[in-house]
C-alpha cells in the first residue's frame, strides 16, 4: 500500500501550522479563549518574543478538573451549541487552539471555577499529564491562567522561520490592540521581558469610552480629528469614528473594522474607504479609522479561515454601501473643518530658535565695559550673508464689523505675497491658501452640476470591442445601468467581450480598453465602479485647478470675504482635492504662548 494513515502526534503538529503560525498567533487565541470565558481582565506576558515564554491571565468563569481534560482534546469546545455553525457568537469555535499548542510547546493551564477547586493540566508536545490540584486563586474566586513555555520546540523547522524578538514583540502588540479596541469594557495588560508595554484600563461601553480606547491605542491626535460614525440599515449597526480627511497617513496600518466585536481584515473595508474618500485624499495618502460593524451572526460566516481574520458577508454589497454612505456623511457633517494637527504643525515651525552668530563674526567694542552683541546688534553690522527680506504686501483692509469677526473664518485684514489669506477670528487668526481654497470649491460647484444635469456622453464613431475573460464580461454588463448613469453606455458582445458605444464627454479621447479591464478589476475586487468614477473625478479636479484663482493674484477686499463666506458653507473645504489642508487657523492663547505672554 502506497497509502497509510498519519500518527495523530503528526496529525496534531500539522493543524497546529494552520493555528499557530508565530508567538502572536497563540496569544491570539489565548486571549479570545479568556474573552469567551467573560473575563473583565486580561494580563500578558511574553519573553523572547514569546519563543520561550508565553503567560496569560484572566479573571473569567474558569474550568474544573473534567472540562480542562476535554479542552485540551482536538475539536471539543463549550461554545457551538447544537453544532450549528450558521450563529456563531463567541470568538473561538473550532475547539483547535489548546491542542495545537500543546503538541509543539509545553503546555500548563491551571484553572478554576467559584464551584470547585483548582487543577492544572500538562501537554509536552502533545503528551498529556494530569490533572492535579493546584493552589491557584482563593475560593470563591475564578480564573484561568495558561502557561506556554519552548514554543515550537517540538517543530524545530518553524523555528528557523521565526523573526527577530522584537518583530514578534510588534506583532503580540499588535494583536492585544486590536482586541482591546473591540473590548473597551475589558482591561488589558502586556508584560515584554519583564517591562510593561500596555497598561489600558477598563472603559465604559458608552461611544466616549470607546474612543477614550481608541485614543490610548490610535493616539489622542485621532481622537482630536475623528468623526463619530453611527448608522443602521436592514438589521446591521456600524458604529466607530473616522478621521478628517486632512488626518491623513501614508499606508491603511491605522485602518481598522470589527464585526461583532472580531478585528478581521478584510478587502472589502478598503475597497470601501477609498470610494469614501476619493474626493478628498491623493491615492497614496490613507485615512485613520476604527469601525464595528454588529450583525446577525447568520449574517456572516466567519468558518473561512483556520486563524478566523477574514469573513464572508451575505451580502457584500449592503455592508459596503453602508459603510460608505456614513463615511461620507461624517466628512459632510464636518463641513469646513480641518485637523488640529494642521495647526500644530504651523505653531511648531514658528517656534524661534535661540540665534546662534557665525564663528567669524567679530563683535564691536567701545570703551564701555564689553557687552554682548544683541540681535539688533547682528542684524545691523552683519547683513551679507543673509537674503534680502521677501517682499510682503498687505493691502490695507477696513475695520470689519464684530459680526463678521465672529464668524468662523473670520474677516479679511491682509493678503501677503499675492497667495495667502490672513483674517482675524474672535479668537485666533486663520491663514488661507488662497488657490487650493478656490480649487476645492470650484471643484464641489462641477460635482453638483454633474449630479443635477447628468452627465454628457459622446457617441463613438466605431464602437469599441474589448475582451475579457466571460465572468468579467458578466460581471460589467450587469451594472450596465449604473455605467449608463456616469456616461458609459456598454453591452454583453458575445461571451467574451463587452461593446462600449457611448462613453463620457468630459473624458475626451481616452484608452477605452484599458478603463473597461480597471472597471472589471474594481468590479471584482470592491463590487463598485471605481476607476469611471475616479477618472471622471479627476478630470473635474483638473479643471477647477485651472478654472480658479491662481496663487499671485491680488484679491480686493470684498473677493476675500467672499472666499471666506463660501467656504464656511461649502463642505469639505478645509482640504483641497488631494486632501491638503486650504487654511491654518492658529488659537490667540497659541500664538501668546510663542511671544512668552502664557
Sequence with gaps: MKIRRLTEGTINRIAAGEVVERPASAVKELVENALDAGATAISVSVSNGGADLILVEDNGEGMGAEDLMLAIERHATSKL????????????????????????????????????????????????????????????????????????????????????????????????????????????????????????????????????????????????????????????????????????RGNAQMQFLFVNGRPVRDKLLVGAVRGAYADFLARDRHPALALFLECDPAFVDVNVHPAKTEVRFRDAGLVRGMIVSALKHAIQQAGHQASTTVASDALSALKPERFEAPAYYQPSFSPAPYRAPSAFDVSREYQAPFAPAARVEAETIAEPPPQVVATPLGAARAQLHETYIVAQTADGIVIVDQHAAHERLTYERMKKQMEEGGIARQPLLVPEVVDLDPSEVDRVAARADELAELGLVVEAFGPDA????????????????????????????????????????????????????????????????????????????????????????LKLADIEKLFGRR
Design 81 to 248: 451549541k447544537d453544532d450549528d455553525l450558521s450563529h456563531i457568537f463567541t470568538m473561538g469555535f473550532r475547539g483547535e487552539a489548546l491542542p495545537s499548542i500543546g503538541a509543539v510547546a509545553h503546555l500548563a493551564i491551571t484553572s478554576r471555577s467559584k464551584e470547585s477547586e483548582a487543577h492544572t493540566v500538562e501537554v509536552h508536545g502533545g503528551a498529556m499529564d494530569g490533572p492535579r490540584p493546584a493552589g491557584y486563586l482563593s475560593s470563591g474566586q475564578s480564573g484561568t491562567r495558561v502557561d506556554v513555555r519552548e514554543l515550537f520546540y517540538a517543530t524545530p523547522a518553524r523555528l528557523k522561520f521565526m523573526k527577530s524578538a522584537r518583530a514578534e514583540d510588534m506583532a503580540t502588540s499588535d494583536v492585544i490592540k486590536r482586541l482591546a479596541m473591540a473590548r473597551p469594557d475589558v482591561a488589558f495588560t502586556l508584560t515584554v521581558d519583564g517591562r510593561t508595554a500596555l497598561d489600558l484600563p477598563a472603559e465604559s461601553e458608552l461611544f466616549e469610552g470607546r474612543l477614550k480606547r481608541l485614543a490610548r491605542i490610535m493616539g489622542k491626535e485621532f481622537a482630536a480629528n475623528a468623526l463619530p460614525i453611527e448608522t443602521g440599515r436592514e438589521g446591521l449597526k456600524l458604529i466607530g469614528f473616522a478621521g478628517l480627511p486632512t488626518y491623513n
Design 498 to 585: 463587452i461593446l462600449v458605444r457611448e462613453t463620457p464627454a468630459m473624458l475626451g479621447q481616452m484608452d477605452v480598453k484599458g478603463l473597461i479591464r480597471d472597471l472589471a478589476d474594481d468590479l471584482a475586487e470592491t463590487g463598485s465602479a471605481h476607476s469611471l468614477k475616479e477618472r471622471m473625478e479627476e478630470v473635474a479636479g483638473t479643471l477647477a485647478c485651472h478654472t480658479s484663482v491662481r496663487a499671485g493674484r491680488r484679491l480686493t477686499a470684498e473677493e476675500m470675504n467672499a472666499l471666506l463666506r463660501e467656504m464656511e458653507k461649502t463642505p469639505h473645504s478645509g482640504q483641497c482635492n488631494h486632501g491638503r489642508p486650504t487654511y491654518v487657523e
